[in-house]
């Protein structure tokens, strides 16, 4: 038994097989091969084991999560049997004399353009399809196991690190838990784990060693600690833990239904924040007021290339339906810094987070921009979503993204799409720009949000990405109370609503501070929506206002 010690990044006990995420694994190299019949042969093999690892996967995924969760399987099966697919590989192998892997490679790439131009939603997403089943053909050629994808039961996933373009295509009920030996506990894949409610320890150090791929372990992510082959004591310990933290979020549920209500009667809304259509079914179960960040950049992080203005619309509108009319706010594409997607063509930059990100891309390519807004506006129809640009610095730049969103509105009255006329428009505040000239941007906008991540880091001058940096990283600093106090003041004045979208929304002892200032909406994680929605339920505001403000002392 091994003790490895951690930053707890999300909560929850899970115990299960560690394993290692392998990005660097399929290095495919182009050969040409003295025996193409051979090589037929070994790509034939390779096709026959990856359907047998699928039946194994089809069947463990029908017992743990259901037929449904197992069809997928079946229709990889079907991939390995597909003419194109076989062609194209043969061809490489018996024509062109290429090596096995460097054919399925080229075959892959081939397949996944062809359904990609198509511009069918359905054709697009068995591009994703396609890459799998190669990748898994690939390895078994190369010898190697590798990727979410391979993970042939429901594991906990280790790694040096997690990019988030990773992180958006883990899929649900697969991965139990994630660890990491460095990362920080505001970088998007943190966020990503607590969305979700996947147990994460971060920045185990070198402990996290891949001669510990295979092993089994409990990871407790509230405590941070990974304990290593468990002894049957400590593993009934934690079992035991987890039925104490199990039968908690079972008392929790009593909540269902009630208001966000203080003793003295001081309401707020508690909203859940997705990254993904899945995710909104999580913010139903916890009873969210709503969806208050949509951070529709995990669409994009999904894909190889940009989702188009149909996939778009369909996300948009499922989120809306699954929310039954509770308004959910969709933030535009927020890429760049650590969310990077290759095909924009976005060039490497010495300071990403000052850098061409968010709103800014969209500004320049008002092409990339117009599709997402039309997809939202024609969504809009099916419930009740509001618009939010993120990132915002300058006065011109809500008035740029305005502009914009009115041309697209004037274009679907044109073309007779219907749409919802009375969409809100709001802002991130994230930059301490943007506190200092609220009062302007108040009278442009229906809202403000109030990204704490972003706004610690642009005000404290701390990379919210450096693990180095974390004691540096307060969000509960004077300056970003102070700021809230600034921008509410700011719409209020204008008749908006101010909400906190940051991880700081879902800190418990500053829920009495965030109510004094008369913050209207926190949006946390799903499952903090009833944590929260607890404490504010056992809250004195009123009495306690007069002190909050004073102690904050700003320059209102
Ligand atoms: C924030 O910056 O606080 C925020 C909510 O946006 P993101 O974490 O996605 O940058
Ligand atoms: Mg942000």
Redo the contacts with the bound molecule.
């Keep these: 038994m091994e003790i490895l010690r951690g930053k707890g990044a999300s909560g929850g006990i899970v115990s299960g097989v560690m394993r290692f995420y392998k990005r660097e694994g399929l290095d495919v190299q182009k050969r040409t091969v003295e025996d193409r019949a051979k090589e037929k042969e070994r790509f034939g093999r390779a096709r026959e084991l990856a359907g047998a690892q699928l039946s194994e996967l089809m069947e463990s995924t029908a017992q743990k999560l259901g037929k449904e969760n197992a069809q997928l399987f079946e229709m990889h099966q079907m991939m390995l049997e597909d003419a194109d697919f076989l062609d194209i590989t043969e061809d490489l192998i018996t024509n062109g004399g290429f090596n096995a892997e460097y054919a399925v490679q080229e075959a892959s790439k081939q397949l996944v353009q062809i359904l990609t131009d198509s511009g069918d939603d359905y054709m697009m997403e068995r591009a994703a399809d396609v890459k799998d089943v190669t990748r898994r053909v690939t390895s078994i050629l190369l010898g190697k196991s590798s990727g979410v994808g391979q993970l042939d039961e429901p594991s906990v996933l280790a790694s040096n690190d997690f990019a988030p373009s990773e992180t958006a295509e883990f899929e649900p009920g697969k991965v139990l838990a994630l660890l990491t030996s460095g990362g920080a506990l505001?970088s998007?894949t943190a966020?990503f784990a607590r969305t979700m409610g996947i147990p994460a320890v971060i920045g185990l150090g070198a402990g996290l060693d891949e001669k510990l791929d295979g092993m089994s372990v409990v990871v407790d992510g509230s405590a941070g600690t990974v304990i290593v082959n468990p002894d049957g004591g400590t593993l009934e310990e934690y079992l035991r833990r987890r039925s104490e933290e199990d039968a908690k979020k079972e008392k929790l549920k009593a909540l269902i239904g009630l208001e966000n209500k203080t003793l003295d009667g001081v309401t707020v809304e508690v909203c859940a924040?997705i990254g993904g259509v899945d995710d909104a079914d999580l913010a139903v179960r916890n009873d969210a007021c709503g969806i208050g960040?949509f951070?529709s950049?995990f669409l994009f992080l999904q894909n190889s290339s940009a989702p188009d203005e149909e996939s778009q619309f369909k996300a948009y509108k499922d989120v809306a339906e699954k929310m039954g009319g509770k308004r959910v706010v969709v933030?535009t594409l927020?890429i760049g810094?650590d969310?990077q997607v290759d095909y924009l063509n976005l060039d490497k930059e010495e300071n990403p987070a000052l850098g061409l990100r968010a709103i800014r891309i969209c500004l320049n390519r008002p092409d990339l921009f117009k599709i997402q807004l039309r997809a939202i506006y024609r969504a809009s129809a099916f419930g009740k979503l509001a618009i939010m640009f993120?990132m915002i610095a300058s006065l011109w730049e809500v008035k740029k993204a305005k502009e914009i969103a009115a041309s697209v509105r004037r274009e679907l009255i044109a073309e007779g799409v219907k749409f919802d006329e009375t969409v809100e428009i709001g802002i991130?505040i994230?930059t301490p720009a943007a506190v200092m000239i609220s009062d302007l941007l108040a009278a442009e906008v229906d809202f403000f949000?109030?990204?704490?991540?972003?706004?610690?880091?642009y005000t404290l001058a701390v990379d919210r990405q450096n693990e180095k940096l974390e004691r540096f990283f307060a969000a509960d600093h004077p300056a970003l109370l102070r700021m809230l106090k600034i921008a509410a003041d700011s719409i209020h004045r204008n008749g908006g609503w101010i909400g906190i979208?940051?991880?700081?929304a879902a800190n418990t002892a500053l829920t009495v501070t965030f109510m004094a200032i008369g913050i209207d909406e926190l949006s946390v994680a799903p499952n903090q929506v009833l944590p929260l929605r607890e404490t504010i339920r056992g809250l004195q505001v009123s009495s306690l206002k007069p002190e909050i403000l004073d102690s904050l002392k700003g320059l209102w």
């Design positions: 505001n998007h966020i924040n960040l951070r950049e933030r927020d810094a969310k993120p991130m994230e949000s109030v990204g704490t991540n972003d706004l610690t880091q979208c940051g991880e700081l």
